[in-house]
């Protein structure tokens, strides 16, 4: 079993920046691909960002691309997502992923989810 827990997330204006962290436990973490989704009121659960487990390859959506970094430090653990000039339709759920199969985008691949942390960005 793998736990994730996400932390990082808040209230900010627009044109600030949070970084959010997927603190993982209970198994080796770094064997992981990891993930972070979106999702707003009355929207579906979005690709946001991936990693693969060796952290060597990252993947973005349109959306992220050019203002969200994602990495990873394995000897800690943890995942993070750096969110720069933020944008109030930024404003979701976010939710740290981890998972074993292909297909970045889908959460089918994903079998360990955290709890969410909640991004509010105000114009």
């Known amino acids: 079993q793998l736990q994730l827990v996400e932390s990082g997330g808040g209230l900010v204006q627009a044109g600030g920046s949070l970084r959010l962290s997927c603190a993982a436990s209970?198994?080796?973490?770094?064997?992981?691909?990891m993930a972070w989704f979106r999702q707003a009121p009355g929207k579906e659960r979005e690709f946001v960002a991936g990693i693969t487990w060796s952290g060597d390859s990252t993947y973005y959506a349109d959306s992220a691309k050019g203002r969200f970094t994602i990495s990873r430090d394995n000897a800690k653990n943890t995942g993070f997502l750096q969110m720069n000039s933020l944008k109030p339709e930024d404003t979701a759920v976010y939710y740290c992923?981890?998972?074993?199969?292909?297909?970045?985008?889908?959460?089918?691949?994903?079998?360990?989810w955290g709890q969410g942390t909640q991004v509010t960005v105000s114009s």
């Open positions: 209970g198994r080796t973490f770094r064997f992981y691909d």
């Open positions: 992923a981890a998972g074993q199969t292909a297909g970045w985008t889908s959460a089918a691949k994903y079998n360990y």
